[in-house]
């Protein structure tokens, strides 16, 4: 860990230390490089791609305006998914990398919103922060976020 007395690290399910400021820590190259000498390749990169939510049938046009959709009143509004074994494996799927989320919502000061995930473990990334000073009126209009917290 980087600065251990920052307040911002958290632990993963898997217990692990995770920071929005220094990631997973320092790397050490020295204990990469010994593990690499007896290291056991892995199946070939997989991906899941899931359907997409779409909150009261909200949709964003290619004249970039929005449709339908659903208000996200101060409290927030929730979505979930269900990602089952079965589904994992028939995707190839064995371990989790990280997670690309894009959204498209409208709001007249982006800088109000916050997009997170929450995982089954209780393991939360927020993906876009409040910022007091982004008052763009464009929300976020495709946007894709990512995390590797939930290594």
């Known amino acids: 860990m980087i600065n251990a007395d920052d307040p911002d690290w958290e632990a993963t399910a898997k217990g692990r230390k995770y920071s929005y400021k ?12 010994k593990a690499a000498e007896n290291w056991d390749l892995v199946k070939p990169q ?3 791609e899931t359907k997409t939510i779409q909150l009261n049938n909200g949709t964003f046009g290619a004249d970039k305006k929005y449709i339908g959709g659903e208000f996200i009143s101060a409290g927030g509004i929730e979505s979930k998914m269900s990602i089952t074994k079965e589904l994992l494996a028939e995707n190839n799927f064995e371990a989790l990398e990280h997670i690309n989320v894009r959204v498209w919502i409208d709001h007249k000061t982006r800088g109000e919103v916050e997009v997170e995930i929450i995982s089954p473990n209780g393991i939360k990334s927020v993906l876009g922060g409040a910022r007091a000073g982004d008052r763009d009126s464009s929300g976020y209009p495709g946007w894709t976020f990512m995390s590797v917290k939930h290594w």
């Open 22 to 33: 220094y990631g997973f820590g320092v790397l050490d190259g020295y204990a990469f490089v």
């Open 46 to 48: 997989a991906w899941l």
